[in-house]
């Protein structure tokens, strides 16, 4: 299962905190993907970063922030103003664009 | 906006049996259709892909076929066996780096 993980696997925060769960790849990919599943949905994508330093919002950003200060490792931050945190989160990357992404094994957030 | 959509949502066959999952999407300009694979609680597994200039691919006992003209994708399984049980899920890219997902099937194989 190397490659590209996340950690931890399972995460509890009380609302209002904020929590940063982290994803780091080996692979040498240049694009690093965030994506948000809830229970029997597909997944959504949070944020995406094509290279260093550069990041951009997909389709549910609102109350998430991201950086990538290194090409391993893009770190997604749930904030207190995300309504509705829990869920499970995963973290992708690939080569270049999006073809081929590879999944981590995924963060449980549960926030009560 | 640009949305994938994909039936059935549950589906159970006999071992042995063939299984068709069908997409469709709404943005004419995506060119690239990956199909993955999620066992419980697991990641996501890319299983087979196709761009929008091949019609078909092959992959053992995993197919897919892509009408540009119509907008759907679909997955093939034959000979299905009771370790293909998961969740498939069919997506779209959009502008080469959106990309958007359906909302999943649950394949059931029976032994």
């Known amino acids: 299962d190397g490659g590209i993980t996340q950690s931890p696997k399972y995460l509890f925060r009380k609302e209002g905190q904020n929590v940063t769960l982290s994803c780091e790849q080996n692979l040498n990919h240049d694009a690093m993907y965030w994506y948000r599943q809830d229970p029997g949905q597909g997944l959504r994508l949070i944020y995406y970063s094509q290279i260093v330093n550069d990041f951009q919002k997909g389709d549910i950003a609102e109350g998430y922030s991201v950086s990538r200060e290194k090409k391993e490792s893009f770190p997604l931050t749930v904030t207190s103003a995300q309504k509705n945190p829990t869920a499970f989160y995963l973290c992708?990357?690939?080569?270049?664009?999006?073809?081929?992404?590879?999944f981590g094994p995924g963060t449980r957030l549960t926030v009560t | 906006g640009e949305n994938v959509e994909q039936h059935p949502s549950t589906l159970s066959v006999q071992e042995g049996d063939s299984a068709v999952i069908k997409c469709t999407y709404s943005d004419s300009a995506s060119n690239y259709f990956p199909w993955y694979k999620q066992e419980l609680g697991k990641r996501p597994q890319l299983i087979i892909d196709i761009r929008s200039n091949v019609g078909e691919k092959k992959d053992q006992r995993i197919a897919v076929t892509l009408n540009k003209t119509a907008k759907h994708f679909s997955l093939h399984i034959t000979e299905t066996q009771p370790e293909d049980s998961a969740v498939y899920f069919c997506a779209a890219l959009y502008n080469n780096n959106d990309m958007r997902f359906g909302a999943g099937t649950r394949l059931t194989v029976k032994p």
């Open positions: 992708a990357s690939s080569m270049t664009k999006a073809y081929e992404q590879y």
